[in-house]
């Protein structure tokens, strides 16, 4: 059971490049979520997906898209990557989505990609 | 703006003391209170989750508590051991209509020998 996985673990890009990140969770849960990380800020979300079949923005979708694949993986692709990009990326997944009303679902994360601009 | 703001920013403390590490929210209507514990170079963990109307949680040698009326959370480590270094963030989820999880930058705690 390996929980919330993510690839690559490092990335380094040039301005104007594209990638997509990986995540995959093995615990059969319907919500998976997009966030970055950045030093001296909490963690903001970019893009969840509350089922299968759905995805919707965060908080900073800008220079994002998703696609959430099956119910297992869910995966985060910047088209063209501007140094701004340069940041922690985390996925996560839980049970239900975390949003809804009085939902106290556990949300697990994933090691993180450690992405870089130039 | 619903925020969410840990004091101190960072802190040093000798292993097997005690520290308490606090969080005041804006966010009103709130549904759940969260801590987060993150080793460096790692993803978030769980530590508690509190309901609107649970007032402290415990996890071991962490107990968080909180106070709805004042909108503050402390969480506090007894007997600190040199693995609760690390950063630990609070994160407030708001109840009603499109809800996310609204998380603070966290403390980073140093636990030295």
């Known amino acids: 059971n390996a929980g919330v996985t993510q690839t690559p673990k490092f990335q380094v890009l040039k301005t104007g490049q594209s990638m997509t990140l990986q995540c995959a969770q093995d615990?059969?849960?319907?919500?998976m979520y997009w966030y970055r990380q950045d030093p001296g800020m909490g963690l903001r979300l970019i893009y969840y997906?509350?089922?299968?079949?759905?995805?919707d923005k965060g908080e900073v979708p800008n220079g994002y898209n998703v696609s959430r694949l099956n119910k297992r993986e869910f995966s985060l692709r910047l088209e063209s990557a501007a140094p701004s990009q340069t940041s922690v990326y985390f996925c996560?997944?839980?049970?239900?989505?975390?949003?809804?009303?009085?939902?106290?679902?556990?949300?697990?994360f994933g090691p993180g990609t450690r992405l870089t601009v130039t | 703006k619903n925020q969410v703001e840990q004091s101190p920013q960072s802190l040093i403390i000798l292993e097997g003391k005690n520290c308490t590490l606090q969080?005041?929210?804006?966010?009103?209507?709130?549904?759940?209170l969260r801590w987060y514990k993150q080793d460096t170079g790692r993803g978030p963990v769980s530590l508690t989750i509190?309901?609107?109307?649970?007032n402290t949680k415990s996890n071991g040698r962490y107990t968080a508590t909180l106070d709805a009326d004042t909108k503050q959370s402390s969480l506090h480590i007894t007997a600190s051991q040199l693995s609760d270094s690390a950063s630990y963030i609070c994160?407030?989820?708001?109840?009603?209509?499109?809800?996310?999880?609204?998380f603070g930058a966290g403390t980073r705690l140093a636990v030295h020998p």
């Open positions: 994160v407030v989820s708001p109840s009603g209509g499109y809800n996310k999880l609204i």
């Open positions: 969080c005041n929210y804006t966010v009103s209507p709130f549904s759940n």
């Open positions: 509190m309901t609107f109307s649970e």
């Open positions: 997906s509350a089922s299968e079949g759905t995805t």
């Open positions: 996560a997944s839980s049970e239900s989505w975390v949003g809804s009303f009085q939902s106290s679902y556990e949300q697990y």
């Open positions: 615990m059969n849960h319907n919500s």
